[in-house]
């Protein structure tokens, strides 16, 4: 079969490399999955480039978001059936409550092999069936960034009618989280440097919206867009250098989701104290999450937004695509 691996870490994202391989024994509990669309994180850049908190070995399988067939189950197997489509789950072992440092381990595409690859073997609670009416690009969307959304803003944040949240730019994290805010009647305010993605944000639903390349003081807009009081939730995708302004664009006892590590630069305290908020790390989710952000999913006809499709032979394009910051949505390798 054919599988790309990272024969070296690179800031010009020139280790990718596509290789034949033995198709991968099939143990006790394990099923078998002919992957069909793999979909790109920011996260997936930074493996790449060598620069990952915890980053992995040379020989790597990369990307922990892929969807596709099972066409084989091992021994032991009871849930999961041949032809079900699935989705691997980005932390293989954390199925529910709280995360340990065992589970931080488990994730596909740094601590273990991940889904760019023509097959995979996996746990049989290593995956989810995904919604039926998800193309397999949209369903290779879901692992990562929607369950991060779905995990700030319902399992954690108790996101209700009503509420007022904040989307930081148009990845991924921030179109999942903007839909399934509207999904629950929330009111949503989106932030962007482009006018035009701010315009497809609103198609999408976003009730304000604020571009903080013309608007620099992008908290204050947001802070007059309700009137003064600041919005219940904010994901928080840049880190520490966009973090200060989220906190004043929060409400008295709002939360602040931090999720990204896009920008630099230090956490300043004072404010969460001050203002009584709640700042909480984020970092994807467990299996019980995904299963119910799933239901929800097939129960409003949910659409992911899909960036733009590559074929598995230009894997390599797919990596430069989503390093110049010019999609809205995902960025997916079709490996049908």
Request: aromatic residues 6%; hydrophobic residues 45%.
């Amino acid at each position: 079969m054919k599988t790309y691996r990272l024969v070296r870490f690179s800031a010009a994202l020139d280790g990718l490399m596509l290789d034949d391989a033995p198709r991968p024994a099939l143990a006790h509990g394990q099923v078998r999955v002919r992957v069909r669309a793999v979909a790109l994180n920011y996260r997936d850049l930074l493996v790449a480039r060598g620069v990952y908190a915890r980053n992995p070995r040379v020989g790597l399988v990369p990307c922990s978001d892929g969807a596709g067939e099972v066409v084989e189950v091992g021994d032991g197997v009871a849930e999961v059936k041949v032809g079900m489509r699935v989705a691997g789950t980005f932390f293989q072992t954390w199925l529910d409550g709280a995360p340990t440092r065992a589970h931080m381990r488990s994730d596909l595409g740094g601590g273990l092999d991940g889904m760019l690859a023509e097959e995979v073997v996996l746990d049989e609670h290593g995956v989810v069936e995904v919604p039926q009416h998800l193309t397999w690009a949209e369903a290779a969307t879901l692992p990562c960034a929607a369950v991060t959304a779905w995990h700030a803003l319902v399992s954690a944040g108790g996101l209700r009618a009503g509420d007022t949240v904040l989307v930081l730019g148009t990845g991924g994290v921030s179109l999942f989280a903007l839909q399934f805010a509207r999904l629950h009647g929330a009111r949503v305010i989106a932030t962007s440097s482009s006018d035009a993605k701010l315009a497809r944000a609103q198609a999408l639903g976003a009730d304000g919206i604020v571009n903080y390349h013309t608007t620099p003081a992008w908290d204050e807009a947001v802070l007059a867009l309700t009137g003064g009081d600041g919005v219940d939730h904010v994901v928080e995708v840049g880190g520490a250098g966009t973090l200060p302004r989220s906190l004043r664009a929060a409400r008295l006892g709002g939360r602040v989701s931090l999720i990204g590590v896009l920008t630099g630069g230090e956490i300043d305290p004072r404010p969460v104290l001050g203002r009584s908020l709640t700042l909480q790390g984020i970092y994807v989710g467990s299996r019980a999450m995904f299963a119910d952000m799933n239901r929800a999913i097939a129960a409003h006809a949910l659409r992911p937004v899909v960036d733009r499709v590559f074929p598995f032979t230009e894997a390599s394009a797919a990596y430069h695509h989503l390093e110049g910051a010019g999609h809205f949505g995902k960025v997916v390798i079709s490996v049908e």
